[in-house]
């Protein structure tokens, strides 16, 4: 699954649990549960590029697109969008 699958994901236990829902009917796990193993999922895909980062990005005034349209700075981290 890519990014956006596991953003998909990781959006629709938050909403659940922010709306009072615990406990995910198909799992019987807790929704922040799913949250979390998301969130790491999504980790792996970025920082080490596992997968198919099929995210949505903002582009520099192109609206959204697939590819990240940015340069990294200088420093480590640093990037310019």
Request: glycine fraction near 24%; proline fraction near 0%.
């Amino acid at each position: 699954m890519g990014g956006g699958g596991w953003g998909g994901v990781l959006l629709r236990h938050l909403g659940a649990g922010w709306w009072g829902s615990d406990t995910d009917l198909e799992s019987g796990e807790h929704h922040l549960s799913h949250v979390g193993a998301c969130v790491v999922m999504l980790m792996v895909l970025v920082y080490e590029g596992r997968g198919e980062d099929d995210r949505l990005v903002l582009g520099a005034g192109e609206g959204l697109t697939t590819e990240a349209q940015g340069t990294q700075g200088e420093e480590e981290g640093e990037f310019e969008i």
